[in-house]
């Protein structure tokens, strides 16, 4: 395939995906996920060269038509693509102006970090990239436009970003928004200043609202309705601290979400899996995809900050129906053990076998008919010991705030999802499965076909008409991203002294 084909192909995929992309956007922004204060992110600069040709390496030669071309692609798609706010290129200097180019294909297309700068909870590696070959094509066949136009991952999700954060930047140039002032709830029928300016501040974040009047209205119930949506809170319709919380995070700081986010992009394969689990950690809500299309979203419970759920992907390959607990020793130690001295005869009143290890040790399971984890365990390889699973604790679901797990993903449905992963499984139908859940005893079920799965960390997301959807930083990662970003620039720049 030549790489004219491959740029064609990889636009063509973005652009078809646009409409999945809306559905999946539709149930992230309505699915409730946390009442979590909204805090401020922290910028995610341009990085400095990360891959760079050998010295003793040819560089392209580019004509004075295509240095100035290139200059000016350049300028632009830095600034689009969240890497700077403005930026200045040389098209003089052929070497350095081709440097610059390789660089920015490098950020564009696999991120900013080295293999060390990732966080050992970020088990997501962009694949290593070279961007000198394609170049080269783009130089000799004078197409590079199509050549930067290719360079973004092929995901109208990510597209969608590119789009907020152009808008998000216009709302800023124009002066942001002014924080609210705090004072009674605002509710349906209130009239004055306060409701002036909450009209103001919505509409420009949503155009369905008009901002001329002071009436709290039935449509502005509406429209704080959908705000409380967008940023995970309760839709009440009712604006109290949360809300105001909320809607007081300045537009900069927005700006550095979407930036965060879009970095995060760039570490994803060439292609997801059409079929697919994928959780959004931050949001805590699980999505099916069947044939690259979502048909089934549940609420979900993910990591408390301390006891992150990490951002990984793998094979659901079997589900354990009826599953006993194996107690992780850092769990038993902190939790169980104490309380079984503090209260003689808890662990057996709740289900837990004392399991000799054969060294000295001594370990904890829970039985299946007590087992936290439920009736369903599914099962994908990892570095962390994580899991999705069932939970006899339902009550967690009502919640808006939902990272409460210690690291696993509980699910709201599970029973559902684990016949739709099933279905091409003819020894486990639907009854069967019930059957197997109702008699009690533990069993595996192995997938005829592993399914993937997804577990990511979105804190901002868009669809195509630049409705956002942003959720608290649970875990800071967002400001831990970028501060690595800025130290790997620095190092970088001092070697390039």
């Known amino acids: 395939m030549t790489q004219t084909h491959r740029q064609t192909r990889t636009l063509n995929r973005r652009k078809s995906s646009t409409t999945r992309y809306l559905a999946l956007s539709a149930l992230l922004v309505a699915a409730p996920a946390m009442a979590q204060d909204a805090r401020p992110g922290t910028d995610v600069p341009m990085s400095s060269p990360v891959v760079q040709p050998a010295p003793s390496t040819p560089l392209p030669q580019l004509s004075p038509a295509q240095a100035a071309a290139l200059a000016a692609l350049l300028q632009k798609d830095i600034v689009a693509q969240g890497l700077a706010d403005s930026q200045s290129i040389d098209p003089v200097d052929n070497d350095r102006l081709v440097r610059d180019a390789l660089d920015h294909a490098h950020a564009v297309h696999a991120g900013r970090l080295a293999e060390a700068d990732f966080d050992q909870n970020w088990a997501m590696r962009p694949a290593v990239y070279d961007p000198l070959p394609a170049f080269k094509n783009a130089v000799e066949h004078d ?20 789009a907020a954060l152009a808008r998000y930047r216009t709302i800023a140039a124009a002066g942001g928004w002014e924080p609210l002032s705090a004072g009674a709830d605002l509710t349906l029928g209130n009239t004055g200043p306060r409701v002036a300016a909450l009209r103001k501040r919505l509409a420009l974040e949503d155009p369905q609202v008009t901002s001329s009047e002071d009436r709290f209205d039935a449509a502005l119930l509406d429209a704080v309705r959908r705000a409380q949506r967008r940023y995970g809170l309760n839709p009440t319709g009712i604006v109290a601290a949360q809300t105001l919380t909320a809607l007081n995070v300045p537009v900069d700081a927005r700006l550095r979400q979407i930036k965060a986010n879009m970095e995060r992009w760039r570490w994803l394969p060439a292609e997801l899996a059409k079929n697919r689990v994928q959780v959004n950690i931050a949001a805590a809500v699980l999505t099916l995809f069947d044939g690259d299309a979502p048909v089934m979203s549940m609420k979900a419970v993910t990591g408390r ?193």
């Open 143 to 162: 197409r590079l436009a199509a050549w930067i136009a290719s360079l973004p991952p092929p995901y109208a999700g990510y597209d969608a970003l590119v």
């Open 305 to 497: 900050p301390g006891a992150e759920t990490p951002m990984l992907t793998s094979q659901i390959h079997s589900i354990v129906l009826n599953p006993p607990w194996n107690v992780p020793s850092t769990i038993a130690g902190r939790e169980l053990w104490p309380k079984e001295k503090a209260h003689p005869g808890y662990l057996a009143q709740h289900g837990f076998r004392v399991i000799d290890t054969g060294d000295g040790g001594k370990r904890l399971q829970q039985s299946s008919d007590h087992s936290a984890l439920g009736k369903y365990k599914f099962d994908f390889a990892n570095p962390f010991a994580v899991y999705l699973h069932d939970t006899p604790a339902q009550a967690g679901f009502a919640r808006f705030d939902r990272l409460a797990s210690h690291g696993c993903v509980r699910l709201e449905k599970p029973g559902d999802l684990a016949k739709r992963l099933l279905e091409g499984t003819p020894e486990w139908p639907a009854d069967t499965i019930d059957a197997t859940v109702t008699a009690g005893k533990t069993v595996r079920a192995k997938l005829a076909a592993p399914v993937a799965v997804y577990l990511l960390y979105w804190t901002a997301f868009a669809n195509a008409d630049g409705q956002v959807g942003f959720r608290n930083d649970p875990y800071g990662w967002d400001g831990t991203l970028a501060t690595k970003i800025a130290e790997r620039s620095a190092r970088q720049a001092i070697a390039a002294r």
